[in-house]
Structures are given as structure tokens and as C-alpha cells.
């Protein structure tokens, strides 16, 4: 079993560079599918999400090629297979993404139903809505989904409610079919917007990504293309949040600020200094943080994935705070390990009132999925004493060398491995 161990109290301070977007390479990544030539990812991170993407593009035959540091070489135009095996598919969410570009490129597709962190129910019918509607014919098969279609033929496409994913599948399904699909509701995540500038880096022919209207004329052959992947703001609020909760002074380099941009407001309202620059950014505070309503919402809304850490700074407010989670119907699951470091918070439903406390406690926890992981650090690096965290295996998916990068801001973290203990022999009752 693997754990961070973590003593609290240290001033985070130094410099800490932002590594690629998890949530733009697990979707760019499969998007390659798409292409008629090998291309070249800059800036990808070494995640283990990221690690799956690529063993599931080598299952379906494609060529991968480390070149150096963050670069990778990919040839995906002789795939031998457009079937993604449950058991490469449940290790992380985004493999529905497989869907959308095998689909896209060969009108076929057989994808496991999706795994990854557990935030509640997390259906997918607004991605199958989009592909009906530009002629596949969808259907379930023993925890497979089939789709297949003899021609994809653009089409209007209005989603029920907002969704990164199912906006981001219906990009790469449509994007090789004939005629315009008009996507209308669609989401404006940075990572909606990455994939998009990937794909017309191609010769796409993709308008509007970053608004909620996107239209994609349907094109014959994509060209190969070097790409850069964009920097991950919610790593970058992660460790702007740390830097916060440790009272530190921490310059954050290579991000994008305008992807910060609502991070940096709620922050600012909680009492965090922030200054911007070209592509970096300086926390620091100095007075005590300020009791703060939240309600997450899509882009350019409150990010969902910095609700777990944005709930373990207020924790160290003055007075109460009260955090709306409007995306996902479970995302509280990190509030009982908050509570055994000392937090106050109740939880009822999408809302959790959280009354600040002076300070929090170092426990032994565990991480029930990535952000809350990622805040139990948070919270971890704040405390006085130490703290226990496991599972981190979930942690491990989306931040790229969190131990080191710590260690280098001065934080006093490690990661064990601890073998299982001898079997108990329990005496038995006479
Ligand atoms: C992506 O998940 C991200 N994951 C999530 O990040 C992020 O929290 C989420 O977008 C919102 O920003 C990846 O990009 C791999 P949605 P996704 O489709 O695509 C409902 C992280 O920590 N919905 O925008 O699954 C859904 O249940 C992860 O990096 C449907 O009802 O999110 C949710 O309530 C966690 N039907 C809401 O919409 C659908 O067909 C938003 O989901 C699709 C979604």
C-alpha cells in the first residue's frame, strides 16, 4: 500500500512549473486517431491517465515514440483494432474519447463503459444524443458500447444541459463526417478549446470552441501537425491554493492566467495576493482568510475540480463559507476525512456549509478521488502534525511529480510503500 506521508506546518515557497493539461491530453491523445499522418504532443504530461491513453492506443496498434523530455511521437494510421477492452478502458474516464475519434475516423467503434473518479451518477446519453444524431446507431452490449454508422452526416446538435465531454466527442466524431454539425449549448472549458486548435492544426474546419456555439464543416483528410498542449489550470489552482493555505510565497510559471482567471477572483475575495504576469503568477498573503460563498459552474464558472481545494482553504477562514456544488450530485466524499484533521463542515445534498477553524490537524486519511486527493495534501501541508494519506493511486492520475515539486517549494513530504502486516492470528474462543 502505497501513502504520502506529510508533517504540516511549513511555508511553501519558491517556484513550481505547471506541467501539460490532464484534461486536454486524455482527449487530444485519442484525437490522433483522427489523423492521415504520424504527429508530434509537446507538453504532455506524465500522468498515469495519460499512461493509459497511450496503452490503449498501442492495443489498437498505433505507434508511440518518447522523443525528448514531454514529446511524444505518435502514428496512429494503421490501427489494427477500433475495440478499447474493459480492462484498459475502467482506468479512466476519459476513454469514452475513443468513441468519438475511432468513430469518427472508421464509422465504428466498441468501448467499455467509462471508469475514473466516482463524483456520483456520470451517464453519458448526451455524447450517444450526439452521435445518433449524425447517423450512428448506438447499442449496449454486456458493458461495451457499440456505435457504427454507414454514413456520419453533420447535423444540429442541442445538448440538455453543459457537458466538456460529450462537447469534446462530438468534435472528433464529426469532424471527417459530411456536411455541418452546429453544436449549441456546448462547453467552453480551455480544454474545448485545445482540442479544437489541435484538430484545425490538422485541417479541420472547426469555428466557435471557447463559446457555446461550435460548428464543424466535416473534412476528408487530417495532416500530421506538432501540437503543444496547454498548461493545466486546475494544477495551477492546486498549487495556488497551497501556497495560500501554507501562508507561503510561491511563483507559479507556465500557466495560462486567463485560464485562472475565475480561480484568481475567489481567491482574491478569501484575501489571497495574486499578481499576474506574461505566463506565470505570484501568491502570497498576508491577513487571514475571509469567510466566501462558492458555487461551482461550467467555464468560465468556478471550476467543479477546485471545489475539494477551494473547501479546504475556507476551512481556514474567518467565520462560514458555503460551497454549491451544481455539477456533479456527489463531490463531498472528501469531507469526512477533512472532519478527523478537525474541519467543521456539514454537508447536505449540492450544498456544504463550512464554519473556519484556526488550524487543522494532521490525521491519517484517504484520498476518495483525484481533487479530494489533491486537497487532502492541501490540507495536509497546512496542519500541524502529520498526516497519513492513502490511495493515492487517484492522485498519482493527474498531477505530474507532486512529491517533487513539493519538495523543491519545501514542503515535508514523502511517499512509502507499506507491506501489508502479517496475518493476525486471532485466538480462537474457547
Ligand atoms: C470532465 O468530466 C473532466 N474529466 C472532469 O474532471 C471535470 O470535473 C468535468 O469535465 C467538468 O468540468 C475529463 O475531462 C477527463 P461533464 P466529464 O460531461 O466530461 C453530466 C478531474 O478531476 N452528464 O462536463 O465527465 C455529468 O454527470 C475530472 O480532472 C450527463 O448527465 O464532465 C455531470 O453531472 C473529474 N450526461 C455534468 O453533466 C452526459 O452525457 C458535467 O459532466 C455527460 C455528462
Do not use: W
Not at 475511432?102 to 450526439?130: E, W
Not at 482568510?289 to 461550467?298: E, Q
Not at 484556526?358 to 498526516?387: C, E, F, Q, W, Y
Request: aromatic share 6%; with cysteine; charged share 20%.
Amino acid at each position: 500500500m502505497e501513502k504520502f506521508i506529510i508533517k504540516g506546518g511549513r511555508r511553501l515557497t519558491g517556484e513550481v512549473e505547471i506541467s501539460g493539461a490532464k484534461n486536454a491530453a486524455v482527449a487530444i491523445i485519442p484525437a490522433v486517431i483522427l489523423s492521415d499522418e504520424p504527429c508530434i504532443l509537446e507538453n504532455v504530461p506524465k500522468i498515469s491517465d495519460v499512461d493509459v491513453a497511450f496503452k490503449i492506443l498501442a492495443e489498437l496498434g498505433a505507434s508511440i515514440e518518447y522523443l525528448e523530455n514531454s514529446t511524444v511521437r505518435i502514428d496512429a494510421t494503421n490501427l489494427i483494432s477500433t475495440v478499447v477492452p474493459y480492462d484498459l478502458a475502467k482506468l479512466m474516464r476519459a476513454s469514452y474519447y475513443f468513441l468519438g475519434s475511432l468513430f469518427g475516423k472508421y464509422r465504428t467503434a466498441r468501448v467499455s463503459m467509462p471508469g475514473g473518479c466516482y463524483l456520483g451518477d456520470r451517464p453519458i446519453d448526451q455524447h450517444l444524443k450526439a452521435f445518433v444524431s449524425i447517423g450512428a446507431v448506438t447499442a449496449l452490449d454486456h458493458g461495451m458500447i457499440d456505435i457504427t454508422a454507414d454514413e456520419i452526416k453533420g447535423a444540429p446538435i442541442f445538448f440538455d444541459l453543459v457537458t466538456v465531454g460529450a462537447t469534446i466527442n462530438t468534435m472528433l466524431a464529426a469532424v471527417k463526417g459530411n456536411g455541418l454539425t452546429v453544436i449549441e449549448n456546448a462547453a467552453k472549458e480551455p480544454q474545448i478549446v485545445d482540442v479544437a486548435n489541435f484538430l484545425n492544426s490538422m485541417g479541420a474546419d472547426i469555428m466557435g470552441a471557447g463559446t457555446d456555439v461550435i460548428k464543424i464543416r466535416g473534412v476528408k483528410y487530417l495532416r500530421g501537425s506538432t501540437y503543444s498542449i496547454i498548461p493545466d489550470q486546475i494544477e495551477a489552482g492546486t498549487y495556488m491554493v497551497a501556497a495560500a493555505a501554507t501562508g507561503g510565497n510561491v511563483l507559479i510559471k507556465n500557466v495560462i492566467p486567463k485560464h485562472l482567471e475565475t480561480i484568481t477572483n475567489r481567491l482574491e475575495k478569501i484575501g489571497v495576493n495574486i499578481e499576474s504576469f506574461d505566463d506565470s503568477i505570484r501568491v502570497t498573503t498576508d491577513g487571514p482568510f475571509i469567510k466566501t460563498n462558492i458555487r461551482t459552474a461550467p467555464h468560465p464558472g468556478f471550476p467543479t475540480d477546485m471545489q475539494p481545494l477551494i473547501a479546504t482553504l475556507l476551512c481556514l477562514a474567518e467565520g462560514t463559507s458555503i460551497i454549491t456544488e451544481d455539477i456533479f450530485d456527489d463531490r463531498f466524499r472528501y469531507v469526512d476525512e477533512l472532519r478527523r484533521m478537525g474541519a467543521e463542515i456539514s454537508v447536505d445534498g449540492k450544498v456544504a456549509v463550512i464554519d473556519g477553524v484556526g488550524k487543522l490537524m494532521g490525521a491519517p486519511v484517504n484520498a476518495p478521488d483525484l481533487r479530494a486527493g489533491a486537497a487532502l495534501i492541501v490540507a495536509g501541508l497546512a496542519a500541524s502534525g502529520v498526516t497519513e494519506i492513502d490511495s493515492i493511486s487517484h492522485i498519482e492520475r493527474g498531477y505530474q511529480n507532486i512529491i517533487e515539486k513539493l519538495h523543491r517549494l519545501g514542503a515535508d513530504i514523502e511517499k512509502i510503500t507499506e507491506t501489508a502486516a502479517p496475518e493476525q492470528t486471532v485466538a480462537k474462543a474457547g
